[in-house]
């Protein structure tokens, strides 16, 4: 007598699925584990005194570090990163290049979020013209981001985009520029600078995990319940003819 009979359809599909969904768990546990990481060095960052944009430029990990600067912002090159939001209100985010007066390097610095109720009328925002001190921080986004089109070439600012790319402006400008986006810490040049370090926390990537394992869980149970199930119902139909046989 066979004591586990699921079938084949049955088999293939556990076969093809389950290595799937378990895969998909360790996936999440290890992107988890990527952003506690990323979390922790971002709070020791952070914690650090800035740096001076010299120092920068010889740093080999510059990701979430701090930065004093001293110079002015170039209000006739605005970028507006649209998409964001802040407690459910459309808006975007007001990112200018600043030219470090130390070291004359360029710097993309984004001075926070504010909103765009009405699409009919421009973002408002001014520029101080005098030479500020700020501290900002480098934010390096974690993963790739990726885009259906690039954003179109425009002769008209402030220009209105969907990814910051720091390289292709100063290409644009013909400007020797610091590579990646700084953000600013709160301060009289600075919008709402309340930043997210990642989109998604830790905690969400243990509770995908959980589901992902639930699932393949489940499956692996049913497959064994229709095994067993199958087989019992053969074992009765056998014994059926037998007996009507003799």
């Known amino acids: 007598m066979k004591r586990f009979s699921p079938g084949v359809i049955p088999t293939v599909v556990v076969a093809l699925l389950l290595p799937l969904l378990v895969s998909l768990g360790f996936w999440q546990l290890s992107r988890g584990a990527e952003k506690t990481a990323l979390l922790a060095s971002y709070a020791e960052r952070r914690a650090a005194e800035p740096m ?68 009919r ?43 910051v790319e720091p390289s292709k402006l100063w290409k644009t400008l013909e400007r020797d520029g610091f590579t990646y986006e700084l953000r600013a810490e709160p301060g009289p040049a600075s919008y709402e600078a309340d930043w997210p370090v990642v989109a998604m926390g830790p905690e969400k990537h243990l509770g995908y995990a959980v589901q992902w394992f639930a699932m393949a869980t489940a499956l692996l149970g049913l497959y064994i319940y229709l095994g067993l199930h199958n087989a019992k119902e053969k074992h009765h139909g056998n014994g059926h003819e037998s007996t009507q046989h003799v």
């Open 121 to 163: 009328v421009p973002p408002q925002f001014t520029t101080p013209s005098e030479a500020l001190n700020i501290d900002a921080w480098v934010y390096v986004a974690p993963g790739v981001t990726f885009q259906l089109h690039a954003d179109p070439v425009s002769n008209t600012w402030p220009q209105t985009i969907t990814a």
């Open 52 to 119: 001076a944009s010299s120092e920068l430029l010889n740093s080999a990990d510059p990701a979430y570090r701090r930065v004093h600067l001293h110079g002015q912002f170039d209000a006739a090159h605005s970028l507006l990163l649209d998409n964001s939001q802040r407690n459910g209100k459309v808006g975007v985010e007001l990112l200018q290049p600043f030219q470090d007066q130390r070291t004359g390097l360029w710097l993309l610095v984004n001075r926070g979020w504010l909103p765009w109720p009405d699409r």
